[in-house]
């Protein structure tokens, strides 16, 4: 124990005195400097501003937000004076080690769906770090303004549970409150507990046995280096097994696949990388250098059940715990990756459509490929088995609109733009306005080669997994809140092609010309030609990194007016060749730092804009083929300027926009997934500056560079954040871009010219805690 004073450190702990050794005055005399306000622990903002004040270059939110993560051992948000000598004389490099070092549990709350194990998961919210629960899909998180924890099931300004204090959830000192559906309000709950696992609890989490989703390695196993031939078939082939071996390593154990069937060990190992704070799956485990074809998130997780795997794009998967299958090909209840909503029983059977009937012809070959041999015993599910309060219109919004396993984000983000003006679904699209107890619906959908409406009826079965007997895990799009109208509309969309198969990959005109009528359509795409020329346009120039971190050491400078060709980049860092001027021939550089742009691209943007109209339903089974899908009725080339005034014009017209990934961006750090659908929210123009915002169909995932949520961007200029009328920055999906940025990564836009009937996303006010909010009723 260190017991700290304004005029001496007294260490009461050997191994303290010796970290500190002939240091203790400079040390004392460094974290007063830190300690602003005397409290005798460090803030975060405490901490971010002297870091800054002592080197901006170095610091961002971002690295400022990474080491308080790691050097907050106890998970308080406040660096104690321990804490601070242990980061400040550390041989090691603590900015490098591990995000996600805690790892909170939370019991005795009168509602059983929000207990459980809260991991770290390397993401930020109000400048603190947020918590995943794998096993009841919540997240805990830090509402600043309110200066309270909450767990809801995502992170936003909404809460299910909160606890008031400004240090750790686990040391708030007073009791949580609970939302009661019954009583319409928070309810004291003393006997709900939050604490911090114990490193023997972390290693008790760790399971005997883990399946790793055939899915997800095959898809992984394909990007890895050296994998060729046979090795990818035999990790695609099944779900595979991992054992755990009497073996540990780097404090963890050490799993290795078993082939059941075979009775033998295979040569492929999950354990934990202690140089990069990683689990790694790959072959053997004896040389940490190699490359994996899969890993997870940096992480100190005992467990590789609890840590947030990625996949070569930055996608999160959840390996789950495996179970021997019974007859009807369900694992059973007990254990396995549980879903929020749990299956209702004894709901009747009701309506079945004739039609489109709930077999594998309806799902299709691709999306039939999740099911056996190679996946679980797939089956048809009422909507009303997902929920025992399912609500039809409600407050649809944007938000609530999260694509299942099919492959038609292109059909999300359409019904995601159109749910940005409130009741269109409910006032042009539902013939059915009540849900029917036999779940028979009819929905008008526009047919474009007849140019006329029609009735789709439709029965309430979705295609699902079972993850095991008790709760479901849906194919079609996720039934979120209770609402059930997205999957309705995708399953009317699916009949209308011919199955679900038919919906992956696809155009937003072609789903809104079905939606609205409106065949007109805009397609705008533009591309930089490569490679990529930048010049320095800071008056102080740029200064250049070794590597691809803020903390690396510096290697010289960029003067002004120097010209530079892109190499790669993530996000706002550029690896560079330099053209001319004066500073070093290559590199790492910022171009943005402090909230301001250091550099600009003298690389002209070509586009080309061209206008059509749908002709045909290009996506119907019984399509004709001598009817062309499209008649282009102008093309040809504009400009950037033209680019902007269009994209200004069709904002006030009030029409229908999204967009994707230019296909020449390979920014995958950027958080902007390649080949998926994005919504265009608005266009403006605030202090010189212009600015895009879109939403991610996912609810998630948003973009990462400057002027993202976490960025210093904001801070740096209020009058912008004033301007966009951007109070609250949540990870909702929903972000801002600058132009030029969107230019690059984007570059297109996809637009039906109708002229929507309300204003674009003018939701009603909510009250913060309604019932209808809260993602876990009753």
Not at 95 to 100: A, F, L, M, W
Not at 378 to 398: G, I, Q
Not at 401 to 430: R, T, Y
Not at 463 to 479: C, E, H, M
């Amino acid at each position: 124990m260190v017991e700290w004073s304004r005029k001496k450190l007294e260490f009461k702990d050997h191994n303290d005195r010796e970290v500190a050794g002939q240091y203790d005055e400079k040390v004392l005399e460094a974290f007063q400097k830190f300690d602003a306000d005397g409290s005798g622990s460090i803030s975060r903002d405490e901490l971010g501003e002297v870091l800054k004040a002592l080197d901006p270059e170095d610091w961002d939110n971002e690295s400022v937000d990474e080491l308080l993560a790691a050097a907050d051992k106890n998970g308080d948000g406040e660096l104690s004076v321990k804490e601070f000598l242990n980061w400040a004389f550390t041989e090691n490099d603590i900015i490098t080690s591990s995000k996600g070092n805690v790892t909170l549990r939370v019991e005795g709350c009168p509602r059983e769906q929000f207990n459980g194990d809260y991991v770290q998961d390397g993401k930020y919210y109000n400048h603190r770090p947020t918590f995943y629960c794998r096993e009841n899909d919540y997240c805990m998180f830090y509402h600043a303004e309110n200066k309270q924890w909450s767990i809801f099931w995502r992170v936003s300004q909404y809460s299910s549970c909160r606890v008031k204090t400004s240090r750790g959830p686990h040391m708030a000192g007073q009791a949580w409150s609970v939302w009661s559906p019954k009583d319409k309000a928070f309810v004291k709950s003393p006997q709900m507990v939050c604490r911090l696992l114990t490193v023997e609890e972390l290693i008790a989490l760790a399971p005997d046995t883990i399946l790793m989703n055939s899915e997800q390695i095959a898809h992984c196993w394909f990007e890895a280096p050296g994998a060729v031939g046979s090795k990818r078939n035999t990790a695609a082939g099944h779900n595979e097994c991992f054992k755990k071996t009497e073996e540990m390593k780097n404090g963890r154990p050490v799993y290795q696949a078993w082939n059941e069937k075979y009775n033998r060990w295979n040569n492929r190992y999950l354990y934990y990388h202690a140089e990069k704070k990683y689990w790694t799956l790959g072959l053997g485990h004896t040389n940490e250098q190699r490359e994996w074809y899969l890993r997870s998130a940096p992480t100190d997780c005992y467990s590789p059940l609890v840590a947030p795997w990625l996949d070569s794009q930055s996608t999160r998967y959840r390996p789950v715990i495996p179970h021997e299958l019974d007859a009807n090909g369900y694992p059973p209840s007990k254990g396995g990756a549980r879903t929020k909503y749990k299956k209702v029983e004894g709901v009747p059977e009701g309506f079945v459509d004739p039609d489109f009937p709930p077999n594998k012809e309806s799902m299709g070959p691709k999306v039939s490929c999740y099911c056996e041999p190679n996946g679980y015993k797939a089956y048809w599910a009422r909507l009303a088995e997902y929920t025992s309060t399912p609500v039809l219109f409600d407050d649809a919004e944007p938000g609530d609109i999260l694509q299942g396993m099919v492959g038609d984000c292109w059909l999300l983000c359409a019904i995601s733009c159109v749910a940005e003006f409130p009741n269109f679904f409910k006032d042009h699209l539902f013939v059915t306005q009540e849900i029917p107890e036999d779940g028979k619906y009819e929905i008008k959908l526009f047919d474009c080669k007849l140019q006329e409406w029609k009735v789709i009826t439709i029965d309430d079965r979705v295609p699902s997994l079972p993850w095991n007997r008790t709760s479901i895990q849906n194919l079609s799009a996720k039934v979120v809140d209770h609402k059930i109208m997205v999957p309705l509309i995708e399953k009317a969309m699916a009949k209308l092609c011919g199955s679900y198969t038919k919906l992956t990959s696809g155009m937003a005109t072609t789903a809104w010309a079905h939606m609205t009528g409106c065949c007109d359509i805009v397609k705008i795409w533009g591309r930089f030609e490569f490679p990529m020329i930048w010049v320095v346009t800071a008056e102080e120039g740029i200064f250049v990194r070794e590597e691809n971190k803020r903390q690396s050491k510096r290697i010289g400078k960029l003067e002004k007016g120097a010209r530079f060709q892109e190499v790669e980049r993530a996000r706002c860092c550029i690896r560079f060749k330099k053209i001319e001027g004066a500073g070093p021939d290559e590199g790492f550089v910022w171009y943005y730092k402090g909230g301001k742009k250091t550099a600009a691209r003298e690389t002209p943007l070509s586009i080309t804009k061209t206008e059509s109209k749908i002709l045909d339903n290009p996506r119907f089974g019984d399509d004709d083929p001598e009817t062309p899908a499209q008649d282009i009725i102008s093309s040809g080339q504009i400009d950037q300027e033209e680019f902007w005034k269009l994209l200004l014009e069709y904002d006030t017209s009030n029409f229908l926009m999204g967009s994707q990934m230019n296909k020449v961006c390979d920014d995958r750090l950027s958080g902007i997934m390649p080949e998926h659908a994005y919504s265009v929210l608005q266009a403006k123009e605030v202090e010189g500056m212009r600015f895009m915002q879109l939403r991610n169909p996912w609810g998630e995932d948003e973009w990462g560079g400057p002027w993202s949520d976490r960025s210093d961007e904001w801070a740096a200029n209020p009058k912008i954040q004033e301007g966009l009328k951007e109070n609250e920055l949540t990870f909702d999906g929903k972000f801002w871009m600058e132009w030029e940025d969107f230019a690059y990564v984007f570059g297109n836009l996809d637009v039906t010219k109708v002229a929507m009937p309300t204003k674009r996303a003018d939701f009603p006010a909510q009250d913060q805690w309604s019932e209808e909010l809260d993602a876990g009723m009753m």
